[in-house]
């Protein structure tokens, strides 16, 4: 442990690092900024100048391969999300070419297991608290995407005997539509309760400590949900940011709650998930990065 109190893999020697596609993303770059482990992550991107190595997964299997030797784990964080309205203009396929050349390339490497970010999209408009035994039912092409992702994906890794977990991800402060959407003018829909969209959260330091915890975990199932527990609505996390917004009339296409149930995730981990909290999402979210040690 150095002098900021942060632990570092080489006070563990022998202990392989993790490997996330994907760093130049909202997910990826969270991952890089909050792993709790120095010099026990490498990340990969396509763009130069992010992340520790540089190629493109569909591309160059030789150099993904190379890249999951020696790791205890691949986490593909890599993906196509919606931009705006204009999903249909969007390839979701890519979803599940990055996650199927993963699971090949950890296979392929000798890489124990691999993570997969999907989506609480897969649920659809159900009524929750929605478990990982609720049967998907997206009701959108991004929801469709993350569903086909985990089957094809799933099917590789039964095929060829590789540990393979979806996670089932809520949404995460600071890369969604409400945090990281914000701007002048913002608007959130009401209910005709007159609340705001009740949502699973959790925030960037929380969902690298999991990851990194799952990854050490010898036997992961197959599904998983990955959220705080219990959910928040949209109005209380801006008022929590102090930022303006105001009503409009929600349509009929919006999903009024999606709460995941998190005990498997709890029995998991060995311990109850703490419950999510607009004042400490908030909070987490505006300390920005933390000092980042790439892994070596």
Known sequence: MDGSGVISAIDRPGESPVLVLGAGGRL????RQYWPVDHDLISQSRQIGVGDVRFDPLL??????????VKRAVVCLAGVVPKGTKEPSVDFGLNSDLAC???????????????LASSAAVYGRQIGPLSETTRPCPNGAYGRSKLRMEEEAHAIGIALDQPVTSLRIGNVAGADAILGGWHRGMRIDQLPDGTTPRRSYIGGVELAKLIYQLSRIPHVPPVLNVALSGAIEARSL?????????????????????????DLLGRVL?????RVDAVKLVSDWQ????????AV
């Not at 699971?103 to 993570?115: L, Y």
């Open 101 to 115: 050349a993963a699971v090949q390339a950890a296979k392929a490497a000798g890489c124990p297991r691999v993570f």
């Open 60 to 69: 160059d299997q030789s150099a993904l391969i190379a890249a999951a030797r």
């Open 238 to 262: 801006l008022d929590a940011a102090g930022l303006p917004w105001s009503y409009r009339r929600a349509g009929a296409d919006v999903i009024p709650d999606v709460t995941l149930n998190v």
């Open 270 to 274: 060995g311990h109850a998930v703490p």
């Open 287 to 294: 300390c920005g990065p933390r000092r980042q040690a790439c």
């Open 28 to 31: 990826g770059r969270m991952c």
